[in-house]
Every structure is written in C-alpha cells, then in structure tokens.
C-alpha cells in the first residue's frame, strides 16, 4: 500500500507553490518553528542548569540549542511539506 502511494505520487502533476492550498507558506513554518524552539530551549535551559548549576553555562548550551535546532526544525518542515504521502 505504501508502495502503491509512493509510485502514484510520483506520477501526480506537480504543483507550484502558489497553486498547492494545502501547502503551508514559508512564514507559518517560521512561527511554528520559533514558538516551538522556545518551549524546547526552556526545557534545554532547565536541565542544563539543573545538571551543571550554573546559570551561564545553561544560558550558553540553551542558546546553541535554540539556533541549531529552529533551523533544522524549518527545514524539516518544508521537507515534509513537499512530500505527498499521507495527505
């Protein structure tokens, strides 16, 4: 059955962005990705100090985390959105 949606899709018409309304606009995987990443770099920034009990050691590994991770949270996102299976 995956394999049936895997090869039907390659055979569906592509469609451009501004065509496909399923699809989501850039900026709304930008909001998701920031509001994401701050409940995320909280977490990062809780344990962290929680393990090393230092404010600015956490502050550091939090703010790392909080860059790195909203990036490939976004381009995740907009991996996901070009793949078809499933919708």
């Given at each position: 059955m995956i394999v049936d949606q895997l090869i039907l899709d390659k055979n569906a018409s592509k469609k451009k962005f501004s065509e496909d309304k399923k699809s989501e606009k850039p900026i709304r995987s930008v909001a998701k990705a920031v509001s994401w990443r701050v409940i995320g770099t909280l977490d990062t920034l809780l344990i962290s100090y929680l393990l090393t009990g230092?404010?600015?050691?956490?502050?550091?590994?939090?703010?790392?985390?909080?860059?790195?991770?909203?990036?490939?949270?976004?381009?995740?996102?907009?991996?996901?959105?070009?793949?078809t299976w499933g919708r």
């Open positions: 230092e404010v600015a050691i956490a502050a550091s590994i939090a703010s790392i985390d909080f860059v790195t991770k909203m990036f490939l949270y976004f381009v995740h996102e907009r991996v996901w959105n070009k793949i």
